[in-house]
Every structure is written in structure tokens, then in C-alpha cells.
């Protein structure tokens, strides 16, 4: 089946930026999600991108799509200690509805 | 999100027991779905619905069952749970528009099986 990657953990300085990285395998992809989930939380939806993008601005939030490559990254400015949770990458195919979550990235953020 | 709501929270039972989640929305969507999810392996799909006549088997269905009770409420069940079905659980649903489909998670419940 299709496949979702992400590092498992990620630790960063407040105030740095955080980069967090998903590559997938599927190149029929049409949506690409960030979801963030706190402690004790179900996902939150961050953020997508469509496939025909390169790039998506959200206040603090970039994310990048290579697609050529099949990597995305959600970029995380000035990073806040309220920032700490575990980010998963997911992605849709066009012929599907039911999206391909990878394992999480925990961010870990220190004074 | 509060527009879906999972009962209960939390939830510890023994092995042998036959154990039901519940899921509500009223964001109106009409596609809902089970995950359950592990440490270190994110979250893989129980089972969804497209809308009240339907029902479909995800990645790991096997000991699980699940009802459409309605268009809001989509409901779990562990017939006979094992220790290897605790876990964290959540609920989401979604709405078909155009191509756009995205999903909305409920708080989670987790289940302990002693």
C-alpha cells in the first residue's frame, strides 16, 4: 500500500524555527494534510496543500510541496513552547477518500 | 473539536468483555470513521461510513464491529476484548466537497484492557 514517513521525534530551541518533514509514496496524491495533536487531544487540522501548489503561508506556518521529489514540510517560525505536540503528515490520492496518515513527528520544544 | 464528541473518555475493562464507543457529530457530515491509534505507529483505520446504508472495513477490522445508528452517531464495538486492543481511539468525520474531503477528529477515548 501506499506509505507515509515521517521522523518520530524532533527537538528545537523556543524561539527557532522547527522544520518537520513527510515524504510519501504515492503519486497520484492530490491533498496533503498537517494535523497537530496536544496532549490528551484528537487531531486538529493545521493546514493542507493542494498538489498543484508549491508553497502555503499561515501566519507562523509554511509548508513546502516537492513534488517531484514527494516531500512536504511544515515549517513552524518562532516556535512557542504551546507548540509542542505530535504533528502527522497525511495524504489523499485523487481516486480516494480516505486519507494515508504517517506515524507522527513528536516536537519537543526547550527553553 | 467539539462538533464531534466520543464517549466515553476513558475506559479500563477486563479481557472477555464486550465493550461499546460511541461517536456523535453535528457538524452534518455524512462520512465517519474509527482509528485507533499506538505509540510509534500512528493511526490506522478501523472502519468507516459513507453515509447510513454503508459500511466498509479498514486495515484492522478484525475483532471490531461497528453500527450507523444514524447519520450523527457511529458506534465501535469490541466484542470479546483482548489486552493488544488498548489503545487510544478516535472518531472523525468528513464531508465530500468537489474533490475536497477533509477529516475531523473527535477528543479520542482511550481503553485499557486488563
Known amino acids: 500500500g501506499e506509505d507515509v514517513e515521517q521522523s518520530l521525534f524532533l527537538s528545537v530551541r523556543e524561539g527557532d524555527s522547527s522544520v518537520i518533514n513527510c515524504t510519501y509514496t504515492?503519486?497520484?496524491?492530490?491533498?496533503l494534510y498537517w494535523y497537530k495533536q496536544e496532549p490528551g487531544a484528537g487531531l486538529q487540522l493545521l493546514t493542507y496543500i493542494f498538489s498543484n501548489m508549491d508553497m502555503k503561508q499561515d501566519q507562523r506556518l509554511t509548508v513546502l510541496l516537492n513534488k517531484k521529489d514527494k516531500h512536504l514540510s511544515l515549517r513552524i517560525a518562532d516556535t512557542q513552547t504551546g507548540d509542542s505536540a505530535i504533528y502527522f503528515c497525511a495524504e489523499r490520492g485523487g481516486g480516494s477518500y480516505i486519507p494515508t496518515f504517517g506515524r507522527g513527528t513528536s516536537l519537543i520544544v526547550h527553553p | 473539536d467539539a462538533d464531534v464528541t466520543q464517549t466515553p473518555r476513558n475506559r479500563i475493562t477486563k479481557t472477555g468483555k464486550r465493550i461499546m464507543l460511541e461517536c456523535s457529530q453535528t457538524?452534518?457530515?455524512?462520512?465517519m470513521y474509527w482509528y485507533r491509534q499506538d505509540p510509534g505507529l500512528g493511526l490506522r483505520l478501523i472502519y468507516y461510513s459513507f453515509d447510513v446504508k454503508d459500511i466498509n472495513k479498514g486495515e484492522i477490522s478484525d475483532g471490531y464491529s461497528v453500527s450507523r445508528q444514524a447519520q450523527a452517531k457511529f458506534s465501535l464495538s469490541l466484542e470479546s476484548a483482548i489486552p493488544n486492543q488498548t489503545a487510544l481511539y478516535f472518531c472523525?468525520?468528513?464531508?465530500?466537497?468537489?474533490?475536497?474531503?477533509?477529516?475531523?477528529f473527535g477528543p479520542g477515548t482511550r481503553l485499557t484492557v486488563l
Open positions: 472523525a468525520t468528513s464531508q465530500q466537497r468537489g474533490d475536497q474531503d477533509t477529516q475531523y
Open positions: 457538524k452534518g457530515h455524512d462520512r
Open positions: 504515492d503519486s497520484s496524491s492530490t491533498y
